[in-house]
């Protein structure tokens, strides 16, 4: 089992910058890939931006340019730095770890990739 902490989540103006973390319970250098989600309600969540264990990234379109992945293993984290934010980026943002039964390939295309997840953390973006 994998425990995942969010944190970072807040109120920015538009054009703003914010940095999500995600704390793991377990060393992320043993977890094969992780990921952030944002869900808006009534809405599956949709991938923001993943990274596995070598360092391979994905984003989806709309953050491109604007979002960063990374992680630091020495302290079991992955961060999302978020800058020039819009106020269509308000949602709430979810830290996944662990691909389940799918590969990186095909993380795009499965309604359900990854073993855990956290609580999320709410991010606004205001005019």
């Known amino acids: 089992q994998v425990h995942l902490v969010e944190s970072g989540g807040g109120l920015v103006q538009t054009g703003g910058s914010l940095k999500l973390s995600c704390v793991s319970s377990r060393s992320v250098d043993t977890i094969n890939a992780m990921g952030w989600y944002r869900q808006v309600p009534g809405k599956p969540r949709d991938l923001v931006a993943a990274i596995t264990s070598s360092g391979d990234t994905k984003y989806a379109d709309s953050v491109k340019g604007r979002f960063t992945i990374s992680r630091d293993n020495a302290k079991d984290t992955v961060f999302l730095q978020m800058n020039n934010l819009k106020i269509e980026d308000t949602t709430v943002y979810y830290c996944?770890?662990?691909?389940?039964?799918?590969?990186?390939?095909?993380?795009?295309?499965?309604?359900?990739?990854?073993?855990?997840w956290g609580q999320g953390t709410q991010v606004t973006v205001s005019s």
């Open positions: 996944a770890a662990d691909l389940c039964g799918t590969t990186w390939e095909r993380l795009e295309f499965e309604p359900e990739p990854w073993c855990h």
